[in-house]
T-cell receptor, first 110, second 114 residues
């Protein structure tokens, strides 16, 4: 069973700061997802990646398969980025199950 | 294109009762996965339905059961509710069952068991 660890658990930043959230996992995977969860529960998928790097607006996600590690970066953070960011991994290519980290709670202060 | 919807949004039950939660998948999606998220924790996989059949199951007891209908909407049923079943229940739909398939999540149903 994959163990997914995220750090930090909580993060407070000033508006405009560059933010990094880390995710590490214990077993090789076929895909890694970064998700955003706002208060109230709804989850939005930000990225799905299996290698390299993806960018969408101010968000950048990277993954190092050899190191079993991924990072989510937010440039020029804004209060509307305040949310819980969750990393989830899918193991084999035939696997249907996602294993989630506990999430990182981000608060961006104006 | 409509997104994933869930009903009800909130629900309060007492220990020992039974509950049914509903999920309508995104248009064109034939796979629904259900997750339980306890307060302060990440979601945990309950099971997945693909074309009306259970396609995989996490570490949940048999009192957690489900259905998928021909229109690919789905139900999660929980019998003999326990206090620890209090959680946010999320469903996610996708157009495939595995690998790099992206999942689209619903807003969740918050269940409180008293």
């Amino acid at each position: 069973k994959n163990e997914v660890e995220q750090s930090p658990q909580n993060l407070t930043a000033q508006e405009g700061e560059f933010i990094t959230i880390n995710c590490s996992y214990s077993v090789g995977i076929s895909a890694l997802h970064w998700l955003q969860q706002h208060p109230g529960g709804g989850i939005v998928s930000l990225f799905m990646l299996s290698s390299g790097k993806k960018k969408h607006g101010r968000l950048i996600a990277t993954i190092n398969i050899q190191e079993k590690h991924s990072s989510l970066h937010i440039t020029a953070s804004h209060p509307r980025d305040s949310a819980v960011y969750i990393c989830a991994v899918r193991e084999g290519a035939g696997s249907y199950q996602l294993t989630f980290g506990k999430g990182t709670k981000l608060s961006v202060i104006p | 294109e409509t997104g994933v919807t869930q009903s009800p949004t909130h629900l309060i039950k007492t220990r020992g009762q039974q509950v049914t939660l509903r999920c309508s998948s995104q248009s064109g999606h034939n796979t629904v996965s259900w997750y339980q998220q306890a307060l302060g924790q990440g979601p945990q996989f309950i099971f997945q339905y693909y074309r009306e059949e259970e396609n995989g199951r996490g570490n949940f007891p048999p009192r957690f059961s489900g259905l998928q209908f021909p229109n690919y909407s789905s139900e999660l049923n929980v019998n003999a509710l326990e206090l620890d079943d209090s959680a946010l229940y999320l469903c996610a739909s996708s157009s495939g069952t595995s690998g790099g398939t992206e999942q689209f999540f619903g807003p969740g149903t918050r269940l409180t068991v008293l």
